[in-house]
């Protein structure tokens, strides 16, 4: 009997170790899954958040073209001395249009009045008005700009207020896109004959108005002379914008760029446009023409 109990006692002491090894054989089993699990989810995290950075950082920041040309020609010096005494023989100088940057907008005008006595007299307006755009980053490209107000210009042109015969044409080398639009005012005065020129060089946009009448009896003057004076002034005035920037000129062959996106290719730039809500100058097609 007393070697069956001691039997007995030490099958539960054997028992009660092989519970203890097997419990503390589990418990490092554990503590490495757990380990395995918290490395894994960091892990995943860590991975996710570099990804994000890294995107990030490849995200391009919005750019634009850069504008081709920064500044203006002086307005009236943008024409020849021979080109005004053709335009208008009589005018001795200039009258420069106000501006609070020459560096965007700027132009000038010139009256001329040839007196013949009792044969009458003949009269001549002309005006030169440049537009400079910047580009932006939420407008778009300079030139795209210009484009858009070369395009407005035209259309003014073409409905001035008592405009007779609106007669329209391109200009072909001038600048990168030109157009002419001429007609005819009835006025007391007499027949004024109106030559409104549109050019765009780049991101600069030339507006050219002539207008000649004969007054007091004398006879009124050929459009089609008019129109090849002012094109003849629009290629001198669009060569000076190009040589303002240092480019020579070169613009006013007529070699237009690919689009009208299609500026010299400069460093990118987000410099914002003041773009007017006015011409550099009220064009006299959208008003009575009248002596000085």
């Not at 699990?37 to 996710?48: E, F, R, V």
């Amino acid at each position: 009997m007393q070697r069956r109990a001691q039997r007995e006692e030490r099958d539960q002491r054997a028992k009660r170790l092989n519970r203890v090894l097997v419990c503390a054989a589990a418990v490092p089993v554990m503590l490495v899954a757990a380990g395995c699990s918290s490395d894994s989810g960091s892990g995943d995290s860590t991975d996710k958040a570099a990804k994000a950075a890294a995107s990030a950082s490849a995200s391009p920041s919005p750019t634009v073209q850069a504008a081709a040309y920064g500044k203006l020609p002086e307005p009236c010096k943008a024409l020849s001395k021979k080109t005004l005494e053709d335009l208008v023989p009589e005018s001795k100088s200039g009258k420069e249009g106000k501006s609070d940057d020459i560096s965007t907008r700027g132009s000038c005008s010139w009256n001329s009045l040839d007196n013949n006595g009792v044969k009458g007299s003949q009269f001549r307006w002309l005006n030169v008005s440049m537009l400079r755009f910047e580009s932006d980053v939420t407008r778009g490209p300079a030139d795209e700009l210009a484009h858009e107000y070369f395009e407005k210009q035209v259309q003014d042109a073409q409905a001035a207020e008592g405009a007779k015969g609106v007669k329209s044409e391109p200009v072909p080398g001038t600048g990168d896109e030109a157009t002419a639009v001429r007609y005819e005012l009835k006025k007391k005065e007499g027949t004024f004959k109106q030559q409104t020129l549109v050019a765009r060089v780049e991101n600069v946009v030339v507006t050219l108005d002539y207008n000649g009448a004969g007054l007091a009896g004398d006879k009124s003057p050929s459009a089609e002379d008019l129109l090849k004076d002012v094109k003849k002034a629009a290629k001198e005035a669009v060569a000076a914008v190009s040589e303002a920037n240092g480019a020579g000129g070169g613009k006013a062959s007529g070699a237009p760029s690919k689009s009208p996106s299609g500026s010299p290719s400069k460093s990118a730039s987000g410099e914002a446009s003041d773009e007017p809500s006015k011409d550099a100058s009220e064009s006299p097609s959208k008003k009575p023409v009248s002596k000085s």
